[in-house]
């Protein structure tokens, strides 16, 4: 009989291994220690055993809104040493919902490999009235296990349904659905008889694998600012002020700032700061007309504001260039 796959299982925090005072204490339970946490979780999902080898791997834990960015690159750079390992099948991430598609989409811009890799987590403790941790871990095993998942890019698996990790967003605060791939749809599910079933492939986009962790100890600051009714120019100024190397304007609609906050993005571009128009509306792309262009400020293309966000870090350490750094949102 040949070997079950080995499933390296990186946990890194998050509702997924938190326990709570009883079964109904659903919003504000504490975090426990991530690896014995798993450990736990295990236990009680023994039908893994017939589906992967898991080797657990320690890494730092944390509710994902306490993550830094320094956290998820080093993150990253495990999991590039893992998917190098030849011993190791799949990579399979346990990480808290709140900021799971921004470490997704980090892997997805540094990884270069076929082998699957799948974060999941969980909207309800594993101490709760039917928690959704022990199915979600399963699942993540048995995904990352799975052949058909080979090639596919990073995964996001949630309630059953598989994500890419270049579209998925968090879309509800507590449903065990909040998962959702905007426009885009899932990739595919996990069936009831247990099927792993692709309905999609996501088409390759330029940025994909497009960069190298290795060395990358920090990344240059990159502000998001929310655009609103009659929003004037102080958050953008104050950015700047920050010492910003990029901005992402989440404009409002269609990708349109204020014309207080226009004006204050287009002084930011000829100072030298990186300029990128976003939309707040979390679905669609955003088209920047030519005279806007013209003024060094780069579409976001339909990447989220905080997806743009991290794709603007990595591409600074390369370039300032508004044209080159359009090339890797795909909106040259
Ligand atoms: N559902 C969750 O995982 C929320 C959690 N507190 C987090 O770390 O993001």
């Given at each position: 009989m040949s070997q079950l796959p080995i499933v390296a299982l990186v946990p890194t925090g998050g509702t997924i291994g938190a326990r709570g005072?009883?079964?109904?204490?659903?919003?504000f339970y504490g975090e426990l220690d991530q690896q014995h946490a798993m450990e736990e979780l295990l236990e009680v999902i023994p039908e893994v055993r017939a589906v992967a080898r898991v080797r657990p791997v320690p890494f730092r834990s944390a509710a994902s809104h306490a993550l830094q960015v320094e956290d998820v690159l080093r993150l990253a750079r495990r999991v590039v040493q893992l998917v190098a390992d030849?011993?190791?099948d799949g990579v399979v991430v346990t990480h808290g919902t709140n900021t799971l598609e921004e470490t997704a989409f980090v892997l997805a811009l540094v990884l270069s490999t076929d082998k699957p890799v799948v974060l999941t987590g969980s909207m309800?403790?594993?101490?709760?009235?039917?928690?959704?941790s022990p199915i979600n871990l399963f699942n993540a095993i048995r995904l990352a296990a799975a052949?058909?998942?080979?090639?596919?890019g990073v995964l996001v698996l949630m309630d059953d349904t598989v994500h890419s990790a270049r579209d998925v967003t968090k879309?509800?605060?507590?449903?065990?659905?909040?998962f959702r791939g905007a426009?885009?749809?899932?990739?595919?599910f996990i069936e009831p008889d247990g099927s792993v079933l692709f309905h999609h492939r996501r088409e390759p986009w330029?940025?994909?694998?497009?960069?190298?962790?290795?060395?990358?100890?920090a990344l240059p600051r990159v502000d998001v600012v929310m655009s609103y009714?009659?929003?004037?120019a102080s958050l953008i100024d104050a950015s700047v002020r920050a010492g910003a190397a990029g901005i992402v304007s989440a404009g409002t609609g269609a990708g349109f700032p204020t014309p207080a906050e226009q004006a204050a993005l287009e002084a930011a571009a000829d100072g030298g700061v990186v300029v990128v128009q976003a939309s707040r509306t979390g679905s669609g792309r955003v088209g920047v007309s030519p005279a806007v262009m013209a003024r060094g400020i780069v579409s976001?293309?339909?990447?989220?504001p905080v997806k743009a966000r991290l794709l603007l870090m990595l591409v600074l350490t390369r370039t300032h260039d508004p044209r080159r750094v359009a090339e890797y949102f795909g909106c040259a």
């Open positions: 005072r009883d079964r109904l204490d659903l919003a030849p011993s190791v309800r403790p594993a101490s709760g009235l039917s928690s959704d052949p058909g998942a080979s090639g596919r879309a509800s605060t507590a449903r065990l659905d909040a426009e885009l749809g899932p990739l595919g330029p940025a994909e694998g497009a960069f190298s962790v290795s060395g990358l100890a009714l009659g929003a004037d976001a293309g339909n990447l989220a």
